[in-house]
């Protein structure tokens, strides 16, 4: 599996998929926490989205949701996390070895330490 990172050749990969191999874009946003208040309900009078402040903390209960899109055909995988550390990006990048056990894959991801730690290169 090829990790890759470089803008020009993201650019590249989109514009044509080497032959026999798959293009996965990945993030993973986070942390996702259980709400701690209700939805606001309807829109405001001037017609605009009525706006809650986000619940944002660092409590044990947040999960991490790594998502990934496999380019050539949309199809989706998702997989959560209590962490975002290097095993679990590990884990989640067996999940593709997994879905596509033919070919090369390259992998479209930001900087994020996890994603290019010497535990996932070797990995």
């Known amino acids: 599996m090829r990790i890759e990172l470089s803008r020009t050749r993201i650019v ?14 990945a993030d ?3 942390p996702v926490i259980p709400r701690t208040f209700p939805p606001a309900p309807g ?3 001037d017609g605009h989205r009525i ?16 998502g990934a ?9 998702t997989m ?3 962490s975002r550390n290097s095993a679990f990006y590990q884990q989640f990048l067996q999940l593709f070895k997994d879905a596509n056990p033919v070919g090369d894959i ?7 330490s ?10």
Do not use: F
Request: aromatic content about 8%; hydrophobic content about 30%; some cysteine.
């Open 12 to 25: 590249e990969l989109n514009a044509g998929t080497p032959a026999g191999a798959t293009v996965v874009c």
């Open 28 to 30: 993973e946003p986070g």
């Open 43 to 45: 829109w405001s009078p």
């Open 51 to 66: 706006k809650n402040e986000i619940d944002y903390s660092r409590e044990p209960e947040k999960t991490w949701v790594y």
């Open 69 to 77: 899109l496999r380019v050539r055909d949309g199809q989706e995988l």
């Open 80 to 82: 959560t996390a209590i």
């Open 106 to 112: 390259y992998v479209i991801t930001d900087n994020l």
């Open 114 to 123: 996890s994603h290019n730690s010497v535990s996932t290169r070797n990995g």
